[in-house]
């Protein structure tokens, strides 16, 4: 069976948790002797065999990114011929998939890593391009073979955003964690040389500057954290240039409060993300919208701590009082996700930090049974396995 994938992200441009997983589906596929999986991917030219690149079109050089994308995905859409089937990931690649399934008569399957009409702030950073971003998903899952869901919480919003779907084409099949790639790495050499004491507690976060991620809650809750705990950011990347300059504000404002501020904006190589994470008291998820969170099994497989918020796919990762601790949330029904009491989700995830720092031995317990439910519950040949049976229903 030929497999051809379809991602905007691919190794070595990979920024987000939906690249993130189909760089491991596609090793997992390519282990098994029953998949031919090819690789359709955007960006400049790439050795891997079995994978081809598409760079932008120099014809819609400046034109919105939406329409950039769309470019792409006809370029796309023709090379997938004489596969037998097309998995697209994230609206910039179902195009590709939709169109390679109408003008091939292959059938298309979607994964659902996130849902245009639950991240509304969008607009900010598309324009325009947000409606054409939004028209491309809704005719791509609509017209779907089957939709993969990261997670039941992410069924529930596909059903809810796409109430013309059929039920019975969207299955669960869970991110996973490559626990041999991830797993702890104790440097307090390289620590120290990152700007961070592993002499002292820290919190880490790890993840994009975008309203989704929820870091302005975040660095307003650790300010209520004890002054020796050390406050980590791997965060780059910013959706916009107003959700920048707002966290500059934020941090600016904690670093002159506190000592161990330390804000890491490039994108670390994964040993370096592994050796603070190894060496931090807890992490911290303050997301107001994640389908899954591969964050935190990343986390989870390096023996940390998680703190995150209590939604969408978190739940079904996060073991509240065995692997970390959750926070409740109560959120707006208009798609932004935003806290109903914004100083309350504040108050609240401080509180959970402050339980976990204030308990170092509790929290590398919590981190031991992360990683073993990591390795137990998310493994990627099970996810492949899982992943083709879904294939072979719609052949």
Not at 265 to 284: K, N, S
């Amino acid at each position: 069976m030929r497999v051809d994938v379809v991602s905007k992200e691919y190794p070595p441009s990979v920024y987000g948790g939906a690249g993130v997983h189909v760089t491991e589906l596609v090793r997992a596929l390519r282990a098994r002797a029953d998949v031919d999986a090819r690789v359709h991917a955007f960006g400049g030219p790439r050795s891997e065999a079995g994978t081809s690149s598409y760079p932008d079109l120099v014809e819609l050089a400046g034109a919105n990114t939406a329409l950039q994308t769309l470019g792409v995905d006809l370029a796309i859409a023709d090379a997938v011929g004489g596969a037998d089937l097309v998995h697209s990931h994230t609206w910039y690649a179902n195009l590709a998939g939709h169109v390679a399934s109408l003008l091939h008569g292959i059938p298309h399957v979607v994964s659902a890593h996130s849902l245009e009409p639950l991240r509304p702030w969008k607009a900010e950073q598309l324009g325009g391009g947000y409606a054409v971003s939004s028209w491309v998903e809704r005719t791509s899952y609509e017209a779907a073979a089957a939709v993969i869901a990261v997670s039941a919480a992410m069924r529930d919003d596909v059903l809810a955003s796409y109430p013309a779907i059929d039920p019975a084409k969207v299955q669960v099949v869970h991110n996973g964690i490559d626990t041999e790639q991830w797993s702890p790495i104790v440097a307090p050499d390289r620590v120290r040389e990152l700007g961070v004491d592993p002499d002292r507690p820290s919190v880490v976060f790890v993840g994009r500057v975008t309203r989704q991620k929820g870091l302005p809650f975040f660095l307003r809750a650790v300010a209520q954290l004890p002054p020796e705990v050390q406050i980590v950011l791997c965060a780059g990347a910013p959706d916009t240039p107003e959700i920048a300059a707002e966290v500059e504000v934020l941090v600016a404002e904690l670093a002159a409060g506190r000592s161990g501020v330390v804000w890491i904006r490039e994108m670390l190589p994964r040993p370096d993300v592994m050796a603070l994470l190894t060496g931090a008291t807890a992490f911290a998820c303050p997301s107001i919208y994640e389908p899954l969170g591969i964050v935190n099994l990343e986390a989870m497989a390096c023996e940390t701590a998680v703190v995150a918020t209590a939604t969408g796919g978190i739940p079904e990762v996060v073991v509240p009082g065995q692997t970390g601790l959750l926070v409740p949330i109560e959120q707006a029904t208009d798609g932004t996700g935003t806290p109903l009491d914004p100083e309350g989700y504040v108050r609240d995830f401080a509180a959970a930090l402050n339980e976990v720092v204030a308990d170092p031995t509790r929290a590398a317990a919590m981190g031991v049974a992360g990683r073993q439910r990591a390795v137990d519950s998310f493994g990627w040949p099970a996810i492949a396995e899982r992943t083709v049976e879904i294939y072979r229903s719609v052949l």
